[in-house]
């Protein structure tokens, strides 16, 4: 079965710090999609990214990078220049590609971004 | 107007009454999803769908129903409520219907259940 940890229960940093989430995921499938999600405050989820097992690109989207590393099983965010607005729990996810897999969750961090 | 809605969007409920919890979708998918979420445990697959005819169980099943009355409805159903299925519970959906396929969940607003 496959398993997704995020070691960071909590973490808090001051604008306009850099801030990396890990991500390690386990799974004896070789082909598999990553995602990331936001939830803030208010609770919604909000989808942010995917990444499939092929491509170990590293993707930069404005202040938000990920790093993806097959090598580790990791596939860490950092937020560059943190805000406010960033305070959220985030949520990395895993879908397998074999047959209709759904998606495994880890339990999310939690960021505090403080002025 | 949003592409995934849940009703209510906060219940408070008593031990042993029955309630359900409805999601809709305008965005054509075909897959939809019941999860709940509970402080620092993550989100947890209750139920399933692919399709009108198929519902499937997930990880914490028990003590839920649901019913997809079309395409776009999604409905969980609490049989006889109890205190620990307080929580924070998710509609999603997913529209790849291929195998391999990136499937992307999009998730509704929650609703914030509370049984006394």
């Known amino acids: 079965a496959q398993k997704v940890t995020q070691a960071q229960t909590e973490i808090s940093v001051v604008e306009k710090e850099d801030v990396t989430l890990d991500c390690v995921y386990e799974t004896r499938d070789t082909t598999y999609y990553l995602f990331w999600y936001k939830q803030p405050p208010s609770g919604e989820l909000v989808f942010l990214i995917r990444?499939?097992?092929?491509?170990?690109q590293n993707e930069i989207s404005g202040r938000y990078s990920w790093n993806f590393q097959k090598s580790t099983s990791s596939f860490n965010f950092t937020i560059t220049a943190s805000q406010v607005v960033d305070s959220a729990v985030y949520f990395c996810?895993?879908?397998?590609?074999?047959?209709?897999?759904?998606?495994?969750f880890g339990k999310g961090t939690m960021l505090l971004v403080s002025p | 107007d949003a592409d995934v809605t849940q009703t209510p969007r906060n219940r408070i409920t008593k031990t042993g009454k029955r309630i359900m919890l409805e999601c809709s979708q305008t965005?054509?998918?075909?897959?939809m999803y019941w999860y709940r979420q509970d402080p620092g445990l993550g989100l947890q697959l209750i139920y399933y769908s692919f399709d009108v005819k198929d519902i499937n169980k997930g990880e914490i099943s028990d003590g839920y129903s649901v019913s997809r009355q079309a395409q776009a409805k999604f409905s969980l159903s609490l049989e006889s409520a109890i205190p620990n299925q307080t929580a924070l519970y998710f509609c999603?959906?997913?529209?790849?219907?291929?195998?391999?396929?990136?499937?992307?969940?999009?998730f509704g607003p929650g609703t914030r259940l509370t049984v006394l």
């Open positions: 996810a895993l879908r397998l590609l074999s047959g209709y897999s759904t998606l495994t």
């Open positions: 965005k054509g998918h075909d897959r």
């Open positions: 990444r499939n097992s092929f491509d170990e």
């Open positions: 999603a959906t997913s529209g790849d219907i291929n195998p391999g396929s990136t499937d992307t969940q999009y």
